[in-house]
């Protein structure tokens, strides 16, 4: 494996992702990052120079919608998704700001 | 301070675009909505779901544009910016990292020294993150998804200020652009417009940027001129201590008047930005653009110049009238229908004002109809009514936008223009006061002055104080 994932970038991963690994797990992301990190580097030996990236599939553009409303109360769908609710809001672990 | 410090401000401004739905879907952006009510699977970020652009923000973030002197990118794209939080409910943003709709602009401001240019180096457009509420009772947090998806302009500047004073020039300008196109309301109080302030110090000469902070939660012109002040003399002695400045995010506290830093485990970003799959590219044609540049109003400059050819009214009333777009159009709208514009601007600088800073409000609040303010102004010029009464009459239609004529009907507060009613009652109190009348004919001038206030007590207000001092004379 040509990329070694150290310890400090495997806790910054974990921070950015809001994930708690143990250190066994820990030790296997490392093993796992180290081989996407060897995948991306064989498809950057393919020479792409002069090549426009493609971020969309189909040659489609200009997709607009009028500003107009069209949708009613969701509230009681999108509540649905909230694990716990008070006061018709999702209720989540006490957050800065 | 041993030293001389020069202070490099840069401004981040968020402006919420004054469209009826979102920026993505179908749902509203009414204000004070019950908590989720305006929510979908696409603004809740529900897998499978398809944004599709709103054209009304393309054509506010370019209208936008055009007026600060923006380039245009005629080729545009969104772009995700990755982040977890409760806030964002599809765990990214949708913004504009790589080919952001406005570039490489300006604004003029004026400032002690005469204008100014501030460089704007790009706009884009954006989609605002949900509400938090902390919920003191059970110490958590709730959040209403509401404002996820309301569209905004991200309205970026080049570190071209010096000062706080610029730096409130450059927000002022922005916003009268802002609001003269009707893409915002831009109060600051209440989050349509919101400004972060990137900020660094350097010894006054060098060329190169000192370490700079970002500034947030600054909600008021107030707040952000002390914050400036505060976060300068911070990094000013942290150099003079000998240490330096750390590259961080600091929370503004207004009510204490002092930053903190935002714990880096917080702060801790990288975005991993990358191309939206489910947004097709937005591509700008020449008809499109004349089509904006077509519907630019005239801006404040412009209208400014047009007043002082068109209109016999005091450079500072220009001033005041067109601070506000919609103070300017109530202007012209009453003028149009026929009223003086000298008595219009009057209405407006006196009494109008006068109410407004009484129940702190801004112009934007006026409701009155021009309508009703030129019916006004025909009712105090025909003499219907004294000046008096059309300030009572003002109050109310302040308030409710009363239609003044018939305000006046019904309350009966014409004046009395019936000749013999008004002699009559002069007469009565000629009778009345007899050591009043002794005292004129005695050489006392000031006496009539009461014999008049009698008069008018007794025709409660509704006669003309200059016809009743006439007829006293006269009878006397």
């Not at chain 2, 409760?86 to 943003?93: A, F, H, M």
């Not at chain 2, 940027?209 to 939660?217: A, D, I, Q």
């Not at chain 2, 600091?250 to 975005?271: F, H, I, N, V």
Request: hydrophobic share 35%; aromatic share 8%.
């Amino acid at each position: 494996m040509a990329n070694i994932i150290t310890d400090e970038t495997i806790e910054y991963v974990g921070i950015l992702a809001k994930l708690e690994l143990s250190d066994q797990e820990k030790e296997q992301a490392k093993i796992d990052m180290g081989r996407m990190l060897d995948y991306i580097d064989k498809l950057n030996e393919l020479d792409t120079s002069g090549v426009e990236p493609m971020s969309h599939v189909f040659p489609v553009q200009n997709v607009f919608r009028e500003d107009v409303v069209t949708n009613g109360d969701g509230s009681a769908d999108t509540l649905k998704n909230a694990p716990e609710e008070k006061d018709r809001m999702f209720v989540v672990p006490k957050t800065f700001e | 301070m041993s030293k001389e410090y020069e202070t490099v401000i840069g401004l981040e401004v968020h402006v919420e675009l004054a469209a009826k739905t979102k920026i993505f879907c179908g749902c509203s952006t009414a204000f004070g909505g019950s908590p989720n009510a305006h929510t979908c699977p696409v603004c809740t970020g529900m897998p499978g779901s398809l944004p599709v652009l709103n054209k009304k923000v393309l054509e506010y973030a370019v209208a936008v544009g055009l007026a600060a002197n923006c380039e245009i990118t005629r080729y545009c794209k969104f772009d995700r910016k990755n982040y977890f939080y409760p806030d964002n409910p599809q765990n990214y943003q949708i913004s504009q990292l790589y080919l952001p709709i406005c570039r490489n602009g300006w604004v003029e401001i004026d400032t002690p020294d005469g204008p100014k240019k501030v460089g704007i180096h790009e706009i884009h457009m954006e989609e605002d993150a949900g509400k938090l509420i902390h919920d003191e009772w059970e110490d958590c947090t709730l959040v209403d998804y509401n404002r996820s998806g309301v569209p905004l302009i991200e309205i970026v500047s080049e570190p071209d200020m010096r000062s706080a004073d610029e730096v409130i020039a450059y927000l002022e300008k922005l916003r009268l652009i802002i609001q003269y196109l009707g893409a915002s309301d831009c109060k600051l109080q209440e989050g349509s417009m919101r400004a972060d302030v990137n900020l660094s110090v350097r010894e006054k000469g060098s060329e190169q940027l000192g370490t700079r902070t970002e500034m947030k939660n600054l909600n008021s012109f107030r707040a952000i001129a002390r914050a400036i002040e505060g976060e300068k003399n911070r990094q000013i002695d942290l150099l003079e201590a000998g240490e330096s400045v750390v590259q961080e995010t600091r929370r503004w506290d207004d009510g204490k008047e002092t930053s903190y830093a935002m714990r880096s485990k917080e702060d801790a970003q990288d975005y991993r930005y990358f191309p939206d799959p489910d947004l097709p590219p937005v591509s700008i044609s020449e008809e499109f653009l004349e089509e904006i540049r077509a519907r630019q109003p005239e801006f404040r400059t412009e209208k400014r110049k047009r007043y002082k050819e068109e209109f016999d009214i005091p450079d500072y009333d220009i001033e005041i009238i067109t601070g506000s777009k919609h103070m300017a159009d109530l202007f012209e709208a009453t003028v149009a229908l026929g009223a003086q514009p000298k008595k219009v601007s009057n209405w407006l600088m006196v009494e109008t004002l006068r109410i407004l800073k009484e129940q702190e409000l801004d112009p934007e609040d006026i409701r009155f109809s021009p309508e009703n303010l030129a019916k006004l102004i025909a009712l105090t010029e025909s003499r219907a009514i004294n000046s008096t009464v059309a300030k009572e009459v003002f109050e109310v239609m302040f308030r409710e936008n009363v239609d003044p004529e018939r305000y006046v009907e019904e309350k009966g507060l014409k004046m009395v223009s019936d000749e013999g009613a008004l002699r009559k009652t002069v007469e009565e109190v000629i009778a009345a006061n007899p050591q009043s009348v002794q005292d004129y004919r005695n050489g006392k001038e000031k006496a009539i002055g009461f014999l008049v206030g009698q008069t008018m007590k007794a025709m409660k207000g509704k006669a003309d104080p200059g016809s009743v001092n006439k007829l006293l004379k006269e009878l006397l």
